[in-house]
C-alpha cells in the first residue's frame, strides 16, 4: 500500500543554519503530498503542499518540490529561527475504493532550533 | 472566526469508562475525520465521515465508535473495548471532490488512569 517514509529525528540546527526534512513516498498513481507542522500540544497546521509533479510549495520560507522521478518531497528552509523548533509530517493524499481521500501521515521529524 | 474546536483540551477517565471527545467545525466542510497520535509517531486514522448520517472505519476503529448527526459535528466515544486508550486525539474536517487539504482541530489528550 502507499506510505511516506520521512527521515527520523531529532534535527538540531543553530539558528540561520540551512534546514533539509527527507521525505520518500511510495504511490500508485499521482498523490497529492503535503506537509505539515505541530507545535508543542497543538493540532497540525498545514505548512505546504504540491499536486502534481514538479509543483513545488513554499510558505514562511519553506519549499519542497514534488519530484516524481525520486518519488520525493524534501523540505528546505535557507535559514531556520528559534520559532521553527516543532515537529513536521510529511503525508500523502490516498484515494479509497469509496473514492474518499485519506491522508498517509509520516512517523514525524522534531526539529530543534538553539539560537 | 472559522476553524475547528475540539474540547477539552485535557480529559482523565477510569479505566472501563467509555468517554466522548468532542469536535465541532464552522467551515462547512462536508468531510470530518479522527485520528490517533501516539508519543513519537505519526497520526492513525479512526474513522471518518464524507456525509451527514455516513462514516466509515479507518485503520484503527477497534474500540471507538462515532457518530455524523450534523454537518457541524463528528463527536468520538473511546469505549472501554479500546486496549490502550492514553492518547493525543485530532479532528480534522475538509471539502470533498478531491485530494483537499485537511484543517486540524487542537487536539484533545485523553489520560485513562
Known amino acids: 500500500g502507499n506510505s511516506v517514509t520521512q527521515m527520523e529525528g531529532p534535527v538540531t540546527l543553530s539558528e540561520e543554519a540551512f534546514l533539509t526534512i527527507n521525505c520518500t513516498y511510495t504511490?500508485?498513481?499521482?498523490?497529492?503530498l503535503f506537509w505539515y507542522v505541530q507545535y508543542p500540544g497543538e493540532g497540525l497546521q498545514l505548512l505546504l503542499k504540491?499536486?502534481?509533479?514538479?509543483d513545488k510549495g513554499s510558505n514562511k520560507g519553506f519549499e519542497a518540490t514534488y519530484r516524481k522521478e525520486t518519488t520525493s518531497f524534501h523540505l528546505e528552509k535557507g535559514s531556520v529561527q528559534v520559532s521553527d523548533s516543532a515537529v513536521y509530517f510529511c503525508?500523502?493524499?490516498?484515494?479509497?475504493?469509496?473514492?474518499?481521500?485519506?491522508?498517509?501521515f509520516g512517523s514525524g521529524t522534531r526539529l530543534l532550533v538553539r539560537p | 472566526d472559522g476553524g475547528i474546536t475540539q474540547s477539552p483540551k485535557y480529559l482523565f477517565r477510569k479505566e472501563g469508562q467509555n468517554v466522548t471527545l468532542s469536535c465541532e467545525q464552522n467551515?462547512?466542510?462536508?468531510?470530518m475525520y479522527w485520528y490517533r497520535q501516539d508519543p513519537g509517531q505519526g497520526l492513525r486514522l479512526i474513522y471518518y465521515?464524507?456525509?451527514?448520517?455516513?462514516?466509515q472505519k479507518g485503520d484503527i476503529a477497534e474500540g471507538y465508535s462515532v457518530s455524523r448527526e450534523k454537518k457541524e459535528s463528528f463527536p468520538l466515544t473511546v469505549t472501554s473495548a479500546q486496549k490502550n486508550p492514553t492518547a493525543f486525539y485530532l479532528c480534522?474536517?475538509?471539502?470533498?471532490?478531491?485530494?483537499?487539504?485537511?484543517?486540524f482541530g487542537p487536539g484533545t489528550r485523553l489520560t485513562v488512569l
Open positions: 504540491a499536486t502534481k509533479a514538479d
Open positions: 467551515l462547512n466542510h462536508d468531510a
Open positions: 503525508a500523502l493524499s490516498d484515494q479509497s475504493m469509496d473514492s474518499s481521500y485519506k491522508l498517509i
Open positions: 504511490a500508485t498513481g499521482y498523490p497529492s
Open positions: 480534522a474536517s475538509s471539502e470533498t471532490g478531491g485530494a483537499n487539504t485537511q484543517y
Open positions: 465521515s464524507q456525509i451527514v448520517n455516513d462514516f
